[in-house]
């Protein structure tokens, strides 16, 4: 193993002072007091299926572990709250807390000032200050890559609209008021240790990219205690984390395994605590093992039938409709999810403000579909039905959608496509008619559209462009009223629910596989868990 080498340096004393932190502007946060240093005891054992592909945050691309990890041992700002949903504990996105921030804040949206706790320290036993936090978005800007590209959607596009004021506070001064600025730091504002990675930059590596790549930079909920590349990563609860939400877990060890059956067998068999990343099938299947139990809460991943609004005959919307009637939606509910699962009557997710089912009216008719079908003039429809081949889930469901079609006269082969070619075959805007799920980093319709269905968006593999939803997305790009976001919101699922671009079938909760001593749980609604409220008990 290798020892993070940030632990062989001298370490802060954390100052036992409280202090008071400002509600943030549009989110109704409560402060977040002051407290000891992490106090649960014992240890967890979590299986994953891979090692993170990077340390590095600015630069790490679409790889859910190490992300994950990242949430738990950088040092960010502000987090989200806990909320009580339909009984479970989720992440309350529309309250975000001051974690190592004292105060965030904001008198017209546009312009927040950042106050960092006295006597924060990263794991150095370098104190976090307002250079730190400069000189780390800096890094993100020069990176143009993940912080730098969600900035861009608050108006922030130059590290000149970030400023230090004094020791302790930063400025962020945004081209527009937004909405989203509370949620967009939630996700972007973390720190590096500024000092620390320049004593590893050099003159062709100013931003200390390759070390970072290798090393962490931590000083969370946790610090890294321990690493072997491949295969296991040891945390320790960060005795210096000062808000009341630090980790109640004292040693979170990681331990890479070969594939998700493994990781469930050692569930089984008590050689691990938690079992991350598995199927809804091979989650069931550990549903009446002894010492194991199942945590479950509603989730906003929400999976949907995407359609290639410029393919014919998909092109014409009645056809698009027709889909839409024919959907078993109930019957995956059951048979998929055993009904540990909600059915959104819109493209946006259920638990999204501004989520609106007044305009969704498809529900299964397979006589209206087929009389829509008969009158774009689609007869003897023959189509490849795309999923992700790793996928149990999306497996079933595509079996389920071809015998529903089928009584239709449409003939839908399921066509399993592995990772590489299903994203080659995305970028490129082939696929017809796919299944596709995920979990919106930002529980905002802004962010939805921005990056899904307006024209051109990355992530709009439906080739959708609508002139309403462009103008109503553009509008709420400085709106800040709930009440004005939520007409607006209410408008663009008016037109989704014409146009079809996607057909909403299904929200899976949120399931955790664990042994039976684990508690705690908070359903992350960013996909990213927070091992920090996990307890053994």
Request: with cysteine; net charge negative; aromatic share 8%.
């Amino acid at each position: 193993m290798k020892t993070h080498p940030s632990r062989m340096r001298s370490r802060l004393a954390s100052a036992a002072a409280a202090t008071t932190a400002a509600a943030l502007m549009f989110t109704g946060c409560a402060a977040s007091a002051q407290s000891e240093s992490s106090g649960g005891a014992d240890e967890l054992t979590v299986a994953i299926t891979a090692y993170p592909s990077s340390w590095d945050q600015d630069f790490v691309a679409f790889d859910l572990i190490a992300l994950m990890l990242h949430k738990n041992v950088y040092p960010f700002m502000v987090d989200y709250d806990v909320a009580e949903v339909e009984g479970g504990r989720i992440l309350d996105t529309e309250n975000i807390i001051p974690t190592w921030a004292e105060s965030f804040e904001s008198e017209d949206g546009q312009n927040w000032e950042l106050k960092i706790r006295e006597d924060a320290v990263f794991p150095s036993g370098n104190p976090i200050t307002a250079e730190d936090v400069k000189w780390s978005k800096d890094r993100a800007f020069a990176a143009q890559a993940n912080v730098a590209g969600v900035y861009s959607m608050i108006g922030l596009t130059s590290p000149d609209q970030i400023t230090v004021v004094d020791e302790r506070t930063v400025r962020f001064a945004q081209e527009w008021p937004s909405a989203l600025s509370p949620q967009i730091q939630a996700l972007a504002l973390f720190v590096y240790d500024s000092k620390m990675l320049q004593e590893h930059a050099t003159e062709d590596d100013p931003w200390a990219q390759d070390w970072v790549a290798q090393n962490p930079a931590d000083g969370g909920y946790f610090v890294v205690n321990d690493f072997t590349p491949g295969q296991e990563i040891v945390l320790e609860a960060n005795p210096d984390y000062p808000a009341d939400n630090g980790a109640q877990i004292d040693t979170i060890r990681f331990k890479v395994v070969s594939d998700t059956a493994s990781a469930a067998v050692q569930l089984r068999e008590g050689d691990v605590d938690v079992a991350m990343g598995l199927s809804s099938p091979e989650i069931d299947d550990l549903a009446d093992v002894e010492g194991v139990q199942i945590l479950s809460a509603p989730n906003n991943d929400l999976l949907q039938v995407t359609i290639n609004t410029e393919s014919a005959p998909f092109d014409d919307p009645q056809v698009r409709q027709a889909l839409a009637y024919a959907m078993p939606y109930d019957q995956i509910i059951e048979s998929v999810y055993g009904g540990e699962a909600r059915r959104p009557e819109s493209l946006v997710p259920i638990d999204m403000p501004g989520y609106d089912d007044s305009r969704y009216e498809y529900d299964q008719d397979l006589d209206r579909a087929a009389d829509l079908l008969e009158s774009a003039g689609v007869e003897d429809l023959q189509l490849d039905f795309v999923y992700q081949a790793e996928s149990a889930e999306q497996e079933r469901i595509a079996i389920l959608v071809q015998d529903a079609l089928s009584e239709i006269g449409v003939t839908a082969d399921p066509t399993p496509l592995d990772p590489a070619t299903l994203g080659e075959r995305r970028a490129a805007g082939d696929i017809p008619i796919q299944i596709t799920s995920g979990q919106n980093w930002v529980n905002d319709v802004e962010y939805l559209v921005n990056n899904q269905y307006k024209t051109g968006a990355f992530l709009n593999y439906s080739r959708y462009s609508n002139p309403v939803v462009d103008a109503n997305v553009e509008a709420a790009r400085t709106v800040t009223d709930p009440t004005e976001r939520n007409e607006l919101w209410s408008e663009i699922q008016e037109q989704f629910a014409n146009d079809v671009p996607a057909i909403p079938l299904v929200q899976p909760d949120f399931r955790l596989p664990v042994a039976d001593h684990v508690g705690g749980f908070v359903q992350p609604v960013d996909g990213l868990l927070r091992f920090n409220f996990f307890t053994a008990d």
